[in-house]
């Protein structure tokens, strides 16, 4: 009695298995899971010197190249502009000693206080890298900021950027000042026409020339600071340099 219920368990088994049915069991697939950003994946930094060796007396004049990878990113414009793409650029000896900058290679970021959607806000000048995208920035001479004698270097750039979701052209108070006392003489029904047209016309005219001089001020679009997401960190490649 024993051994035909086993024998009848074992069979049941293999039928709800598939082994007696000709069927295999059926398994969920895994799901595939989405792809991280890796620094590859954000951009690729290329270093660059016109030649490998110099005299002692030469400037010595640096490139540096950034090709972005599958993402737009909102940046600090001074992070990837001039001097600032090589705020953190590593100077070593021939015995792998950092060689400290003096001075250190600034580019300070330009910062503002204005009005953005009827609230005052804090915002840093900025800029879109696209998808794809290349810049470059140079620095015109290594000895303006490494006090370098004879031997042999490396150099490479590590780019720290902080990235924002905000990008934006902020307009001044005496902008929405102006562009308040518009709606309000549109709205006027007692203000005849005539009059009430001179009067947007004016202040149209006088929006237009403050517009212009803002934008001189601004020089581009600006970041909301308390739409920072995080860090993107690249490095670029190592660079060998000999001066004699």
């Not at 929405?176 to 203000?191: A, G, H, P, T, Y």
Request: hydrophobic share 35%.
């Amino acid at each position: 009695m024993r051994t035909r219920l086993l024998i009848c368990l074992t069979l049941w088994s293999l039928y709800t298995t598939g082994c007696l049915t000709g069927k295999t069991a059926q398994t969920e697939p895994n799901p595939t899971p989405a792809e991280p950003a890796t620094p590859a994946s954000l951009g690729e930094l290329h270093l660059s010197s016109t030649k490998p060796s110099y005299s002692l007396t030469e400037p010595i004049p640096l490139e540096i190249t950034l090709q972005m990878g599958k993402f737009d990113l909102l940046v600090p414009y001074a992070a990837v502009t001039g001097r600032g793409a090589f705020a953190k650029l590593v100077v070593k000896d021939r015995l792998g000693q950092v060689v400290t900058p003096k001075p250190p290679i600034t580019f300070p970021a330009k910062t503002r206080t204005v009005m953005w959607e009827d609230r005052v806000v804090s915002c840093i000048q900025g800029t879109e890298l696209k998808a794809g995208e290349t810049r470059e920035a140079g620095l015109k001479d290594l000895k303006s900021y490494y006090r370098l004698g004879p031997g042999d270097y490396t150099l490479q750039v590590v780019m720290d950027l902080k990235v924002y979701r905000e990008i934006f052209s902020p307009e001044p108070p005496e902008l929405l000042e102006i562009k308040n006392e518009i709606r309000i003489v549109r709205e006027n029904d007692q203000m005849p026409d005539d009059t009430k047209a001179q009067i947007i016309h004016n202040l149209e005219k006088e929006l237009e020339g403050l517009r212009h001089h803002e934008a001189a001020q601004l020089e581009g679009t600006y970041l909301l600071i308390n739409s920072y997401r995080g860090l993107a960190t690249l490095e670029s490649n190592t660079v060998p340099l000999t001066i004699q």
